[in-house]
């Protein structure tokens, strides 16, 4: 079918300015909400309470025991100074050093906070326990930006925290369960899901914790226990420091048996519980899920699923294709003025792949240099927009701020006559190297299988027995044909070949990018800089100016007229600089195509027939279509494509979602971003629109 022309909009929204804490500190160190006039925790008994109310109360150590997932889920309803989660890493951690070969080898924990504490503050607060110091480390470390909305934190290879920042009511209608975002009639951009009051949740615990009832009866609201019954797995607990009457109601309402027991220290009751009454989650697949690519989207994909312990059969007809084979990439997001979903998704994904990379480089090694990005002001307009974004309180100055062309010269290492703005966390790594490294690695993998030099020609749905038959061309020019339950298509702009994607709408732009010889002025710069083009620091004698953009994809090799527009781009930008972008010191350049989406919003997520979303539609409209074949409602098929020219900055925290969307995890995206991600939103609003 024909490319659609565009008819995607950015949802707009209010820019949600988080609140730091208002927190003082008594002599003996508690730390105190001035906002709250309530304590934290106790100096005396903090840790011990929690250890107690929460860990023994939730019965944990025994259930870790019998689990037979590879994942436990607890959620928690105030983070404060994260000391409950500090405690439960500790323990979480000692139980998977005294049971080395239990099934059960991964914690993730979801908290929510409307006002979090600034890294000082928690820095301080957490000075009071000595025995968690290394976990409050490794905290504070990875703190993420103030800004609203979740975020995912890796502690460590079996621990990962999903804090979300922002009210507590607002966060919960925003966490999708299993039955949301896994049924096969979704909801579509903006209209208002549908939500059963039984689900098939996924938490296996709760920390029901926040300050006292009294103090803050916005948060101890019925809707808090309703979103905790739908979240929650079958015999799903709960275990809480308060007893108070309306609390123990809301609870039975929602569906909780509840209890009470003997209270911590003074307090002569609390109580605790469990939903019984619960569908039950079926586990996920144990077979291999077929992925298709060789570049930065299909290989994090693959590292994630395998992370999980989930078997992966890795298909690609060349490793490193596309702009993952260039030489050294920038990793930084994108900021507009105005809060969208697509700065959303550059924000969050910017976090997550700053750990992510830092993660596998223990792993195994390739170049990455945190050395931050500059972006130049080099025109009136383009100064305007910096100054927006930089004076904008959204944006913290640990994120982005402006600086002076004195300051940036410094910062740069060579001398620029311009203002700009500053990313201090971004830095470079080489796509290449990384791929090749992370092949070598899965390689080498007991979870995965590598298929180098074979060709997806094409692949069909067998919905009787729902698979896919995906048939491949192999080096030897011999076929072969492999059946998966589930396959993921991180193929860039080849998408189109397939019968079953074709309504993916994918845009493929053709770029260039060309390899100096650094010379004495250029081996001193010490950070990415950024115009309409960009370059990279010095990296073996070399350095990579770019990029250029076409649309004509027929230019697929190098050509020596995009070197020219590189260096010409580079010496009208950085004049001070000029003699070092000189023709003949280019040693080599490089062309690849590009894959886009229509809004320059990623596609990721699973993918249904284009029967199925004119079925969805029909349905929508109070209209009675002919009911649906097992052949045309297709399952198992999700696909990662279209990331741009931020590729590695957005890939990793995909990746992740689709692996956690596969496994039946919790996800580290709002329901709003997840459904902005949706690979079938064009031809969806197309149908919408009459167009198709």
Known sequence: MGKMRCLTFFERSNLTKITPAQIEFRQNGTPVSQSFDDIYFSQEDGLTESIEVFQQGNQLFERWQTCEKSVFTIAETGFGTGLNFL?????????????????????HFISFEKFPLTKAALQQALASWPSLHTW??????????????????????????????????????QMQDHKLYQVKKPPYFGEQAERKKIGQGFVDAWFLDGFAPSKNPDMWQQSLFEHMARLSSNN???????????????????????????????????????LTQKNQLNPPSRQAVAVIGGGIAAICTALQLVKRDVPVDLYFEKAANGASGNQQGAIYPLLQNEHNNLIEIYIKGFYFAKQFYQNYLNLFDFPLQWCGVAQLNFSKIIAERQQAITNNPYFPTDLVRAVSAEELSKLAGIKLDVDGMYYPSGGWMSPKLFVQAAIEYLTEHNQCRVYPQHKLLDLTYSGEHPSWQLNFLCADKSATTNSYTKVVLATGHQLEQFAVTEHVVIEALRGQVSHLTATAEMAKLKTVLCHKGYLTPNWQGEYCIGATFSRDLNLTSNISSDNLTNVQQQQHFLPNQA??????????????????????????????????LKYCHAKKHRQRPEELTAEQQYKGLYLLSGLGSRGLTTAPLLAETLAATI??????????????????RFFYRGINRGLV
């Open 87 to 107: 405690a439960l890493c500790q323990s979480f951690s000692q139980f998977v050093a005294q049971n080395p070969t239990h099934k059960l080898k991964r914690l």
């Open 136 to 173: 409050s480390q490794a905290l504070i470390e990875n703190y993420p930006y103030l800004i609203a909305g979740p975020h995912r934190i890796l502690l460590n290879e079996n621990i990962q925290l999903d804090l979300w920042l922002g009210d507590v009511q607002d966060s919960l209608q």
């Open 236 to 274: 799903g607990s709960f275990s809480t420091f308060t007893a108070a009457g309306f609390v123990r109601r809301g609870l039975i309402s929602a569906g909780f048996d509840v209890k009470k027991v003997a209270g911590f220290g003074r307090k002569r009751e609390r109580i605790q519980g469990q």
């Open 579 to 612: 003699d070092s972008f000189a023709v003949q010191h280019i040693v080599s350049e490089r062309a690849a195509i590009r894959a886009a989406s229509l809004d320059h919003i990623p596609l990721m997520g699973e993918v249904l027939s284009t029967t199925e």
């Open 663 to 680: 496994n039946n995890e919790g996800l580290p995206l709002s329901h709003k971003m997840f459904e902005a991600l949706n690979p079938n």
